[in-house]
């Protein structure tokens, strides 16, 4: 059984209260705006692509769910 409070954490909203946060949030999304940028550019379309483009999605989910939930377990 899960712990309640990891529960909890999981599934609130987690607020960039710091300036730091802030940047670190934008940073990931820039950097993975420019790889998704740069194989849209380079792959040809097709499933492998799209895959390739979503995985990046969520690495930046699971990038900026780290950073929001930091510190809050």
């Given at each position: 059984m899960m712990n309640?409070?990891?529960l909890e954490n999981r599934f609130r909203f987690h607020p960039a209260t710091t300036k730091q946060r802030q940047r670190d949030h934008e940073y990931v999304r820039?950097?993975?705006?420019?790889?998704?940028t740069t194989l849209n550019e380079t792959l040809p379309d097709?499933?492998?692509k799209s895959l390739a483009v979503t995985h990046i999605e969520t690495a930046m989910f699971w990038a900026n769910a780290a950073i929001a939930r930091q510190g809050q377990a």
């Open positions: 309640p409070d990891e820039d950097e993975c705006l420019s790889l998704a097709g499933r492998e």
